[in-house]
């Protein structure tokens, strides 16, 4: 990869932008990073960057909201949102307005370095229907009438303790249907099911 694609990474903890900004160097990507939404969006590294990196949370200006004024000022930079385990339904949020992906923390480099080359390819090749879409319907039809229950609310971005409580069941009930949900999507995390379940149900 070019060092002369720019990922920005925005997120007000400085261990963590020194962190990021050490493995993108590895990968031989330029990075330019911000303690702040509002710092970024008065840089010029707005028009300059090819993916952000982008907290969830982070004070004055979140990272949906951030999002959103990346989308009125008709920037379309791929932008991955990464969260804690608390923050999953305002990344689906994010994802239902356009984000690329978002990751929880804790996470690993390679899945990292594997969102952004899968947002860069998106950003460079946009398709206008995805050959993946007959596979996703095929794989929720193998799905039980619960399972899907259970599916609908974890795309919404509720946690487990709400499902069980939304559809009346216990905890481990729902950690045992939720695991069953993956395994027949054949997704590795939430953020991967949404992506799926967005991609054929984009509303």
């Not at 031989?28 to 702040?36: H, K, L, N, P, T």
């Not at 398709?127 to 095929?138: D, G, Y």
Request: aromatic residues 4%; hydrophobic residues 45%.
């Amino acid at each position: 990869m070019a060092t002369d694609t720019t990922i920005c990474v925005i997120d007000d903890d400085g261990m963590v932008r020194d962190s990021l900004r050490e493995l993108l160097e590895s990968a031989d990507y330029a990075v330019e990073d911000y303690d702040s939404a509002i710092r970024f969006l008065a840089s010029d590294a707005v028009s300059r960057s090819r993916c952000l990196i982008v907290d969830v949370r982070m004070p004055e200006m979140d990272g949906l909201a951030l999002q959103r004024e990346l989308v009125k000022r008709g920037h379309r930079v791929p932008v991955i949102v990464v969260t804690g385990h608390g923050d999953v339904p305002l990344a689906v949020r994010a994802m239902k307005a356009g984000a690329a992906d978002f990751l929880e923390k804790p996470f690993n480099d390679e899945t990292l370095l594997a969102s952004i080359r899968m947002a860069l390819q998106s950003a460079a090749y946009p398709a206008t229907e995805n050959p993946a879409a007959p596979v996703v319907v095929a794989r929720m039809k193998l799905l039980t009438d619960r399972e899907r229950e259970v599916l609908d609310l974890l795309v919404l971005g509720h946690a487990n303790k709400v499902v069980a409580q939304r559809l009346s069941i216990s905890f481990r009930t729902v950690e045992i249907h939720r695991a069953r949900v993956l395994s027949k999507m054949e997704a590795r995390s939430i953020a991967e099911l949404v992506r799926m379940v967005l991609a054929v149900r984009p509303d």
